[in-house]
């Protein structure tokens, strides 16, 4: 545990610094703004594959859903603690630098920038703190040794995120128009559907199946903090799908004049 977080508390810094250093290198034209923007993404992207393949490695090695055990189900949140504060950071960063881009004059790290910060990303520093407040002890002490598979299961709502960092890198790079940011459009849709919306009943799906029982019966045979924080964590997905539709919906329905407006 200790070992793993001072790991990845140092990690996911270093990548991202590394980052800039190198866009600073590699596109010196580019502003800081441009460059803190791109590796919060590329960083982001890192952490949602290494989450994705640790779910899919939990879940294929889990045959009991309720019983069966993989150590990873347990090390990997001591890796998603280190990120998601990392993470509520890079987002304070990220937006300190669009609002001075837009002529907003706050000095950086001022209780002004943070209150502005939080109040236009306070559903994702929400996320991220539910995240590290609930969900953290919930998997590592209330469930006990139950349901590794379950929390498997979760890291793999993480396989959409590195298409919606795609999509905002293409966009960052002006590249809005082209054929691959419309097959990545859909492939955010088809992801985020599958991964953080089907991805809740066919938990309760596999428990039913497991116990044979319907799965109507569900939500009344699993302790009642499951079924709470299975609710808090689908409810801002729900919230996000419907702004990715409707940004699809302009996506594919537009022309590239009005789009780049």
Not at 34 to 42: A, E, F, H, K, Q
Not at 194 to 211: E, G, S
Request: net charge positive; with cysteine.
């Amino acid at each position: 545990m200790w070992r793993t977080l001072a790991l990845f508390s140092a990690f996911f810094p270093g990548l991202f610094a590394l980052c800039v250093r190198a866009l600073r290198w590699a596109a010196p034209a580019w502003s800081l703004k441009d460059r803190v923007l791109l590796s919060g993404r590329l960083v982001s992207t890192v952490q949602a594959t290494m989450a994705t393949v640790s779910g899919i490695t939990v879940v294929l090695n889990c045959k009991n859903v309720v019983y069966d055990r993989h150590w990873l189900a347990v090390e990997y949140v001591w890796v998603l603690v280190p990120y998601m504060t990392y993470d509520i950071y890079v987002m304070y960063l990220c937006h300190w630098h669009k609002s001075r881009d837009r002529g907003v004059a706050e000095e950086k790290h001022s209780l002004a920038s943070v209150r502005s910060f939080l109040l236009q990303e306070r559903l994702m520093v929400t996320h991220h703190l539910f995240i590290l407040v609930v969900l953290t002890p919930v998997t590592q002490h209330f469930r006990g040794e139950l349901g590794d598979f379950f929390v498997g299961c979760i890291f793999t709502a993480e396989l959409s995120t590195p298409f919606v960092s795609l999509g905002k890198i293409l966009m960052q790079l002006k590249m809005q128009d082209t054929l691959l940011h419309k097959v990545n459009g859909i492939l955010i849709l088809v992801t985020f559907f599958l991964c953080r919306i089907l991805l809740f009943p066919f938990m309760y799906a596999a428990y039913a199946r497991q116990v044979g029982i319907p799965i109507y019966l569900v939500p009344f045979r699993i302790p009642l903090h499951c079924n709470i924080a299975n609710a808090s964590l689908i409810a801002p997905q729900l919230y996000w799908f419907r702004l990715i539709c409707r940004k699809a919906a302009r996506l594919y329905s537009s022309s590239p004049a009005e789009r780049s407006r």
